[in-house]
């Protein structure tokens, strides 16, 4: 078998916020991500880019990571009335990893070098 094409290519890591724990409760069970526009470009070009992408979850407020998934797919046109709101973009596939609440304490050891090597929260 020939070795893929992405094989030698980075891995590419996002903190991915949601505003309510709802949505998170619904990707999980439909393996289904959606985002805002204006991420959607950053997300594809991660996608086609990297070897594999990794999307960790958290709620705006609740102190905590709610799990990471895997991205499965780019970004299509085709969009979700799961959400039921105006302001997402088009649906992509995701492959959750785990999911398990994890607080941000047990990860303030880890510094994002692009963002002023601010605590990854």
Known sequence: KSPSPRQNMPVRYFIMKSS????????????????????????????????????????????????????????????????GSAGFGGVFKVDWIRKEIIPFQFAHHLLNPWNDSKKVQ
């Open 20 to 83: 309510n724990l709802q949505n998170i409760d619904i990707s999980q069970q439909k393996g289904i991500w959606s985002t805002t526009p204006s991420n959607e470009r950053k997300l594809n070009g991660a996608f086609w880019e990297s070897s594999i992408v990794y999307l960790i979850f958290s709620v705006q407020g609740s102190g905590c990571f709610q799990g990471f998934a895997r991205m499965d797919s780019a970004i299509g046109c085709e969009k979700s009335q799961d959400w």
